[in-house]
């Protein structure tokens, strides 16, 4: 089976391409436009076809594609001050992939779509990955969705992993408002397996909301990773409104900031997400919140690694 993975070099593809690897899956194409990620990916797996490019751009990484069997679509903009990165990089991308398939035979896609698809937050990230579905659904290609939570795993440069790299650098940790926002977080090996399992068993025209067994509330989890990471930080709470912004700020001096006001908003939204039973449809053990902090940041063989933002 030859498996084509756009966005390849983040999160949920380094992860997956272990676990492919680990079932004798080794037929991969893995694309990114990051160039230290997808340098770090190469050497972490010489063994497949590693390829540095923009897929919101035609060019040679097309000809790849020939004679595959399924791509499982990695590739999104999560944070950004403006607009334009999310639409080209799940707007645009996801059209120029979806044609790449249909011209070079490719039939079946495992869509990795968010949770976000569903959440009451409005902001560019929440209504691009809504239309980035829709071309999927609208593309005639045999496809299953897959929509995660909040991840957290190896190679973590967002989310959990950023937390933790800037707890180890700073005597404060700010938490906003009161930190009781309910979160639903996805350890990325479990969401790994089941992309696997749905590469295997491919359940055609359905889309299933994969959300992390545990409830944690923010704080809750910020507590876990400074336990489990050894930090000295003080974890104090202020208020919303001075903590958003401290973000404001934090965003006019940064490009392309870890945490954005929109994220903020999207964190404190109230949003519960639909729990079903995914370790039973598609036959995976889900690991246990703490068993899976404690794996994410002290396993020998890949917690040292870190993404480039």
Not at 119 to 141: C, F, H, M, P
Not at 241 to 255: A, H, I, M, P, Y
Request: with cysteine.
């Amino acid at each position: 089976m030859k498996i084509i993975i756009p966005g390849a070099a983040g999160l949920v593809g380094q992860n997956l391409i272990v676990l492919l690897k680990e079932q004798g899956l080794t037929d991969i194409v893995a694309i990114d436009k990051h160039p230290a990620n997808t340098a770090l990916l190469r050497e972490l797996h010489p063994d497949i076809q590693v390829i540095e490019a923009d897929i919101s751009r035609p060019g040679e990484w097309q000809a790849a594609c020939e004679g595959g069997d399924v791509v499982v679509m990695l590739q999104a903009q999560i944070g950004a001050k403006d607009s334009a990165p999310f639409i080209a990089n799940n707007i645009t991308s996801t059209e120029v992939m979806l044609a790449t398939m249909k011209e070079k035979g490719v039939s079946r896609v495992v869509h990795i779509s968010s949770s976000v698809v569903e959440s009451v937050a409005e902001d560019d990230y929440t209504e691009t990955k809504k239309r980035q579905e829709q071309l999927v659904i609208d593309s005639g290609l045999e496809y299953c969705i897959l929509r995660p939570t909040l991840m957290f795993g190896w190679f973590d440069r967002k989310h959990l992993g950023w937390l933790s790299r800037f707890m180890r650098k700073v005597p404060i940790f700010p938490i906003p408002g009161s930190g009781r926002y309910m979160r639903q977080p996805l350890y990325v090996l479990d969401f790994c397996r089941v992309i696997v399992s749905c590469i295997q068993k491919m359940p055609v025209g359905e889309a299933f909301n994969i959300t992390g067994r545990e409830e944690v509330d923010y704080i809750d989890i910020i507590r876990a990773i400074k336990r489990a990471t050894r930090a000295r930080t003080l974890i104090l709470r202020i208020p919303y409104n001075l903590f958003w912004v401290l973000l404001w700020v934090w965003g006019l001096f940064d490009r392309d900031p870890p945490f954005t006001t929109s994220q903020l908003k999207a964190l404190t939204a109230g949003d519960e997400f639909e729990l079903i039973p995914w370790w039973e449809i598609f036959g995976v053990e889900a690991t246990p919140f703490a068993t899976a902090i404690e794996q994410t940041f002290n396993d020998p063989t890949y917690s040292g690694y870190e993404l480039d933002f």
